[in-house]
């Protein structure tokens, strides 16, 4: 039976491709606000199912969605602005092939950090700037010990493990046990689905 991993705690995502570079560049996140509560209609799931299998490939996309939900432009636009203030729409992304790009190496690097420390070690790993990705999941002991997880995009792997070495340096990483899983097979990217489907909009 597989493992089951669900996340429990973002600490960065984000997947920046400087094609000057060795290694993908993982910005460091700006520190994060309390945001307000979550209040949201009918409306604005029905927006959120719309584009959450991407914005349609026109000149005017928004106006597109908002004929669709029977909104206008202009509500659709305040809408998503809205729903980014309040933290329901965290960011907008382009799915980007990145071997097409030349980064040929990418490794989910796992680590076994004991549970009083892994939030501080999380959040230290993702403002570092050296990785695109960096979560906790759950122990599944005795076959899987590791609770943090990182991701280092390179063209190949001496770049990957070279920023490795740097990000154990920068974090006092080095008396942690871990492991290197480098990818060997690429499945298609999707994003996450929230919404099953756009209800249309009651006059």
């Known amino acids: 039976e597989p493992l089951r991993l669900p996340l429990e705690r973002e600490y960065h995502i984000d997947l920046g491709f400087d094609l000057r570079g060795r290694v993908a ?37 928004y106006a597109q969605v908002a004929a669709r939900l029977g909104m206008d432009e202009t509500e659709v636009l305040a809408r998503l602005e809205r729903l ?9 992304g382009v799915v980007v092939r990145h071997h097409e790009l030349g980064f ?10 004991p549970d009083p420390q892994v939030d501080a070690l999380g959040s230290r790993i993702g403002a570092s700037g050296l990785v695109n990705l960096c979560y906790r999941r759950p122990r599944r002991l005795p076959e899987w010990p590791y609770n943090l997880f990182c991701m280092i995009h ?14 154990q340096a920068r974090c006092s990483l080095g008396g942690y046990p871990h492991a290197v899983l ?22």
Do not use: C
């Open 25 to 61: 560049h993982g910005a460091t996140p700006s520190p994060a606000e309390a945001a307000p509560p979550l209040r949201l209609d009918a409306a604005d799931y029905a927006l959120i199912a719309a584009i959450q299998d991407g914005l349609p490939l026109v000149p005017h996309p």
């Open 104 to 113: 040929q190496a990418n490794a989910m690097v796992v680590w076994d950090i």
């Open 84 to 92: 980014f203030s309040l933290g329901a729409i965290k960011r907008f």
């Open 154 to 167: 390179g063209r190949d792997r001496a770049a990957v493990l070279e920023r490795l070495s740097q990000l």
């Open 182 to 203: 480098f990818s060997r097979r690429r499945f298609k990217q999707t994003g996450a689905r929230y919404v099953p489907d756009a209800p249309v909009r009651a006059a």
